[in-house]
């Protein structure tokens, strides 16, 4: 039980670890002076939220948080395939940060409830940071869709792009099964029918055709990963690789 | 009685006072070209210094450290955009200044024409070249245009963190292995004299400064304030056991101030006429996010435009 | 590519414990929801605000320095305002 909540509290700091690095690629290169530091707050939120994740698997497993940050190989990090994925242009980030913000709306409110104390507080904190991504990146979708030809175009081919790893959200594998059946983590399965209300409701708001289901890839809780995750970490990773067992 | 010559004494006379100047009151022309000149330019090296610190988020060495230089970049973007707003009360947008940083016409602080080439320089930059903006930036808390003054109230309360992060990366690192030791010190060694050199030039080689003076938008002279940061800084090394590059540095009792060595003023003026190593990089890389962005900011105000009307119909 | 150029903003925080909305600065967004949120993530980063105001510059109605005459000198010659034109007894200092 207790390695099983190690590898749940690794895996969602994975993800957002992950993502974080991702969007903080955006500093100094974003459309506008306000957007750039919207884009941060965002960055600040994911690091810090992998932060807690990584602290709370520490207290098992007594490994850093960057001991799992920086010393891991690509095969080890069990985060999800979008979250590792380039940002692509502004209309890409927006549309994965909006799909994303839909799924954890509802993932952190049920795992605010976990009978594990420690990933329920984790959660309510994290769940008032989502619901203002949710808001930007929600009314981000409408623009995005409603705005210019070009916004629209952009928006679909981000869309188009995206879709394929959403599934992969939603999976439930042997480990999380059996933390949900002690009320522990949120069963995925029963999240997919409103995510897909809403994103579906948003989208026809902004104009905005949803994708066909033609096409999914998945892999990322096995380590199986896409080719972009190894320069991430060889980026991400670096300092500690050159110096290792220092502080800084 | 309205005439230019009793506005100017009127003007003076508030500015002898210690009276603050706001955007709707009468200022003479020099006045408000200097200070747009002078608020522009603090803009712009605010946005420009985030590409040097920018350059080390995804490689920072800790989870820590990442977060601390994340929030840390992210207020010099948010000083951009106080000072950006502040310029604006003067009557000019802010896509004539992003114009005139793009042509060229508009400069920034030369020191952000330096390569950050290790993760001790962000040490460096935060303890030397924020801890020399601040002096300055204390001294401006007293400058005669109120949206100026008020502007580095703001920023001066974010800035001590700044420093403080810096200095304690440096500490961290002259502690720790030799081969840390050695990437503080050359740190040190490559940003110490571009910082004092940020004062600008010497006060009897400074052209603008007497009018600046008179107008109590410079408070202070360039001498004073570099001597100022080298007094406050100088014990800052030594107790981190870091050795300043300056053969001439001694402490001299008769002055109470620290002496120092010349200053090399051709590679300032190297560096400010483009052969910095980064000169080109900078402005290419604020060209391209302004360039990537274009469609972006259509969008809003096609989205914004659209809703505008919808209100209006539905008002209607 | 020329920008059009969005509207400024004015940005006014009251902090949790604050009274009043106080202006912190400015900002340019294209929209009145935007604004608030560029506003929240420039000017509250660091804990100070319970709430936020932004209101377009283009709508603020300011009073003009040749107005100052007017507008304020009277209300220098009315002492009568202030709580220390009053005599209090000693003793009473909490007034």
Redesign the interface.
């Known amino acids: 039980m207790q390695q099983a909540l190690v590898t749940y509290a690794v895996r969602l700091a994975d993800d957002a670890l992950i993502y974080g690095q991702r969007v903080s690629e955006w500093c100094s290169n974003a459309p506008t002076l306000e957007e750039d530091l919207a884009l941060v707050n965002v960055t600040l939120d994911y690091i810090g939220r992998a932060r807690m994740f990584y602290e709370y698997a520490s207290s098992y497993s007594g490994l850093s948080e960057d001991t799992y940050a920086f010393t891991r190989d690509g095969r080890d990090f069990t985060n999800l395939l979008i979250c590792e994925l380039p940002n692509g242009d502004f209309a890409n980030t927006l549309v994965r940060q909006y799909l994303l913000d839909e799924y954890e709306a509802l993932f952190l409110g049920v795992l605010s409830s976990s009978s594990d104390d420690t990933l329920a507080l984790i959660a309510q904190k994290s769940l008032k940071e989502t619901t203002y991504h949710l808001r930007r990146s929600h009314e981000w979708v409408l623009r995005l869709g409603m705005g210019t030809d070009e916004s629209h175009a952009r928006a679909c081919t981000a869309l188009d792009a995206l879709w394929g790893y959403t599934p992969e959200i939603f999976a439930m594998d042997d480990i999380e099964s059996g933390l949900a059946a002690e009320n522990i983590a949120p069963d995925r399965l029963a999240l997919l029918g409103p995510w897909r209300e809403n994103v579906a409701r948003t989208l026809q708001s902004a104009g905005l055709p949803v994708p066909a289901d033609s096409w999914q890839v998945e892999g990322g809780r096995r380590g199986i990963h896409t080719e972009h995750l190894g320069h991430l970490l060889a980026e991400m990773q670096v300092m500690q690789r050159t110096y290792p067992g220092l502080q800084w | 009685m309205n005439d230019s010559s009793g506005q100017e004494a009127q003007f003076q006379a508030k500015i002898d006072a210690e009276s603050r100047i ?1 955007p ?3 200022m003479p022309l020099g006045y408000r070209k200097q200070l747009i000149r002078q608020m522009s330019q603090h803009a712009h090296s605010e ?1 420009i210094g ?2 040097p610190e ?1 350059n080390w ?7 820590e ?3 601390i230089l ?2 840390k ?2 207020d010099e ?2 000083h ?3 000072l ?3 310029t ?1 009360t003067l009557g000019v ?3 004539e200044l992003v114009e005139a940083l793009h042509s060229g016409a508009a400069k920034y602080a030369s020191i952000f024409n330096y390569p950050s080439l290790t ?1 001790a320089d962000i040490g460096a930059i935060g303890w030397l070249v924020d801890g020399a903006a601040i002096v300055n930036q204390i001294s401006l808390q007293q400058t005669s245009y109120g949206p100026y003054a008020r ?1 580095m109230v ?1 920023i001066c309360k ?1 800035e001590s963190f700044h420093q403080r992060q810096g200095y304690e ?1 440096m500490l ?2 002259s ?3 030799e ?2 030791k050695a990437l503080a010190q050359d740190a040190l060694d490559r940003w110490w004299w571009p910082s004092l050199m940020m004062f600008g030039p010497h006060d009897a080689d400074s052209a603008n400064s007497a009018q600046s003076m008179q107008w109590k938008i410079k408070r202070v002279s360039n001498d004073e304030l570099r001597q100022k940061f080298i007094d406050q800084t100088v014990p800052q090394a030594e107790a981190i056991g870091l050795k300043i590059p300056d053969e001439a540095l001694r402490w001299n009792e008769a002055r109470g101030h620290y002496d120092f060595g010349p200053i090399d003023w051709d590679e300032f003026i190297a560096v400010i006429n483009g052969n910095g190593h980064c000169n080109r990089e900078r402005l290419a ?1 604020h060209k ?17 435009a ?3 009307t919808e209100e209006k119909v539905s008002a209607g | 590519m020329v920008d059009a150029g969005f509207p400024l903003w004015e940005v006014f925080v009251r902090s949790k414990r604050g009274l009043d909305h106080i202006h912190v600065g400015s900002l340019h967004a294209a929209d009145a929801e935007s604004a608030l949120e560029y506003a929240r993530d420039t000017y509250t980063r660091r804990g100070e605000g319970a709430s936020l105001w932004v209101v377009k510059s283009s709508d603020i109605v300011a009073s003009q320095e040749s107005d100052a005459e007017s507008f304020y000198d009277p209300m220098d010659a009315k002492p009568y305002r202030h709580a220390a034109n009053y005599e209090l007894p000693d003793g009473v200092d909490n007034m």
């Open positions: 706001e709707k009151d009468w946005v985030m590409q920018g988020i995804t490689r920072a060495p800790t989870l450290r990442k977060t994340l929030a970049v992210q973007c948010g951009g955009l106080y950006y707003s502040a604006e947008t802010r896509e993760w502007a703001r974010e990366i961290r690192l502690e720790g292995a081969s840390q890389h391209k996010a302004h360039d990537d962005g274009a469609w972006v900011r259509e969008c809003m105000a096609a989205y914004a659209r809703q505008q």
